[in-house]
């Protein structure tokens, strides 16, 4: 493999998960106070700055077109392929899993780091439960009924013949062209019952957001970028999670049970800001690790580029779903 490749002659796994600093004390495994931040930072071998930034915006993106059935690189289409995606999702899983505990064990010595990467390992958990639920949930022979059914109600008008192609299908029509809309909105809704592996992001960002709280807290007082940055997302996070909060509780006050009370309105709308701010904690945490190791971009060493890589890359694997 030209990534293995990489690896530096007489490379040694071993060698490599000892880490990369020394502790201060032989019984207290602890992040040593003589060693600086970008050297502590020296065994995370996972994205973070503008690289780490760039693949959580993906993730993201990934979850969101495969909770609505739709290819992530193509999203004009639907997902066909069950056993295809499954295995690429398992593959990835399996690939992100291994390169997290391995970063894990070399950060053995700063528990924050730890923590942080364990949060990425369930970060990588999660999509990978999203991605393989919705390879179960795929029924392309219905979608593809549906499509013909949908060129034929257009064949006497023209209209839409390349868009039924495709599988989408123009609200505007009769009533027989409304029921075959009614008929892909429930397949194309069905995908949402993956957004029920959400949560676990929310307790993933509990775990990460220790570990980053503690170095922003011992760093923030002298780290002018570190600084910048808490206050930039901070009165972001305050705008998202008050306005997630109020549309959760006012945009759907008869249609969710929950809604029925005011107590039921303030938990839902509570829920919905939680998951708001723990997606915008990660991409916050990407810059945070970024100044912190003096690289806002991200850039791997040499040291754990090979792992780095495929990690970044086998975290893309479920955008391959087709």
Partial sequence: MPTLALLP????????????YPTNSSTVPSLPATASIPSQLQCYALPYGLIGFISHLLTYLTMFLLSRGLDPLFPWRYLRYKYYNLFISTLGLLITVVVTILTIIRCKNGWQLILVATWKL?????????????????????????????????????????????GIIPISGNESRAGLVNELDK?????????????????????????????????????????????????????????????????????RCLMSNIFGSFLFGGMCCLVALTVLFALYSDWVLGALANDLTGVPSQDVLVFYLIYFLAKRLPMFSF
């Fill in 187 to 255: 397949v194309k809704y069905s995908f949402s019952k993956i957004m029920i592996w959400s949560p676990i992001l929310a307790i993933g960002g509990v775990i990460g957001f220790t570990g980053i709280a503690s170095l922003v807290k011992a760093n923030i007082a002298t780290n002018h970028q570190l600084k910048i940055i808490t206050i930039v997302f901070g009165a972001t996070a305050a705008v998202v999670g008050f306005t997630t909060m109020v549309y959760a509780m006012v945009a759907y006050p008869d249609q």
């Fill in 9 to 20: 002659r007489g490379f040694d796994l071993k060698e490599w998960l000892e880490s990369p």
């Fill in 122 to 166: 369930v970060f990588s958990l999660t999509l990978s439960a999203m991605a393989l639920h919705a390879a179960t949930l795929i029924d392309w022979g219905k979608i593809k009924t549906i499509n013909k059914s949908t060129t034929a109600a257009y064949t006497t008008t023209g209209k839409g013949r390349n868009q039924s192609r495709i």
